[in-house]
């Protein structure tokens, strides 16, 4: 027979029993009033603590911590040669491929460049390549953005990325409220990476009744602004 | 090391800090703990068995590394006559929302459990670990550890019925309108 003791219960609560233990044990819960309080209690504390220390889970690793890690060379044990597997996590390539990219963009938001040597067409190709890709990425990210408002509990992050043009974005809520008129209004943190220069903005969104969540305000965040 | 352990590595950064500010109760201290863990993750990498959970591997030297610098921190301190206790309630929070004041007191709470008891809180309740993976961590056998969750649940229990009945949260910060259907 078993007594629904103390260390019985947090072994219940925390699954360490047998499904036949678990059985007996629930049995006995059903006709013990305190000792369900109890259960129910754990399980308020423990879903407590566990809420409680997620804030660290949620914030930005330092990146001097990051650092002791990744300074470490990759010795690939398979390889006896490990220059054959040089990946670096932040692969320099990326500049290489981005850098065309970055110039094609850049061209885009300057206007054009008459004095430059390329030739009409192909300019004009590029041009038209850079913008459709731009605005076919940035409807993407809108989208991105509104998934990440309408599901995401505040601080889980929301990825996209399109390898094609390097460019990435992250979406996270920070923090949800209900305005005057009673729609609920998000702000969120946006990491975007675009021509190998990332950017931090913080925006606020409020949600319309179409389920579609429009910025009514976003901040720059240029203390926290890296290139790659 | 192989790329695909450095990566693992830095993916697992964000627990090994919570479980290091668990264990420090204080945000530089925990940075100070990781990183020095971290080192010496990387120092004796060929004494990690591939396969093996990475994460417990990593909070095992944690839990050292911290355990030798409280030793030489205390005889630093026998030495001046005084053994510093509990630097307790380092969250210097906005006391505004009834959510984040429930989730402070329960910090608090562990804050004020003796050191072994809350390194088995911060490992079975926080990060989920088994009994037996969190004994392994701590190194210690799987009674010792049952004894100082019972005794460490039962403080908390208690310590939060004291400070407050009602553990409800009660803001929408955390909840997602649609995802919890709490749009009103």
């Known amino acids: 027979m078993i007594t ?8 219940y609560v925390d699954g360490e029993l047998d499904a036949g233990t678990v059985r007996l044990v629930e049995s006995k819960l059903n006709t013990d009033q305190n000792a369900t309080q109890y259960v129910e209690q754990l399980r308020e504390i423990a879903a407590l603590s566990r809420i409680a220390f997620n804030d660290t889970l949620h914030e930005a690793v330092p990146q001097a911590l990051k650092d ?3 300074r470490h060379s990759i010795q690939d044990s398979t390889a006896p040669n490990s220059n054959v597997v040089s990946l670096a996590p932040r692969a320099k ?6 850098l065309p990219m970055a110039a094609a963009v850049a061209f885009l938001f300057l206007g054009l460049g008459g004095g430059y040597q390329y030739s009409k067409s192909t300019t004009e190709n590029a041009l038209k390549l850079a913008s459709l890709t731009l605005k076919q990425d940035q409807s993407a990210m809108t989208i991105a ?5 309408e599901v995401n509990m505040s601080g889980d992050v929301q990825t996209w990325t399109n ?6 974005a992250s979406f996270t809520p920070v923090r949800t409220y209900q305005d005057k008129t009673g729609a609920f209004c998000r702000e969120y943190k946006k990491e975007l990476v ?4 990332a950017e931090t903005t913080f925006g606020l969104a409020c949600r319309n009744d179409q389920g579609q969540w429009n910025t009514r305000y976003i901040i720059q965040d240029n203390s926290n602004s890296q290139s790659f | 090391m192989d790329l695909r352990t450095q990566q693992e590595m830095v993916a697992i ?3 090994l800090r919570r479980f290091a500010l668990g264990l420090t109760r204080n945000e530089a201290s925990a940075d100070d703990l990781v990183q020095a863990a971290c080192e010496k993750a990387i120092n004796r990498i060929d004494q990690w068995e591939p396969g093996s959970r990475l994460d417990s591997w990593m909070f095992r030297i944690i839990q050292t590394t911290n355990i030798d610098q409280l030793r030489s921190q205390q005889r630093q301190d026998a030495h001046l006559g005084v053994v510093k206790h509990q630097t307790e309630q380092s969250f210097d929070g906005e006391r505004a929302v009834e959510a984040s004041l429930t989730l402070d007191s329960v910090r608090r709470a562990i804050h004020t459990l ?7 809180v911060m490992l079975v309740s926080v990060e989920g670990l088994s009994y037996k993976e969190a004994s392994n961590v701590l190194e210690i056998p799987m009674g010792t550890l049952t004894s100082r969750l019972v005794r460490a649940r039962t403080a908390l229990a208690r310590i939060l019925k004291e400070q407050d009945g009602d553990l409800t949260i009660a803001n929408t910060n955390n909840v997602s309108p649609l995802g919890k259907g709490v749009r009103s």
């Open chain 1, 4 to 11: 629904l003791d103390e260390s019985t219960l947090i072994a």
């Open chain 1, 145 to 149: 953005l509104n998934q990440a408002l």
């Open chain 1, 68 to 70: 002791v890690i990744l």
């Open chain 1, 93 to 98: 390539n990326d500049w290489k491929i981005a």
């Open chain 2, 114 to 120: 003796p050191d072994e008891q809350r390194a088995v």
């Open chain 2, 13 to 15: 950064l964000p627990r």
């Open chain 1, 194 to 197: 675009m021509a190998g220069q």
């Open chain 1, 163 to 168: 390898p094609d043009t390097h460019r990435s």
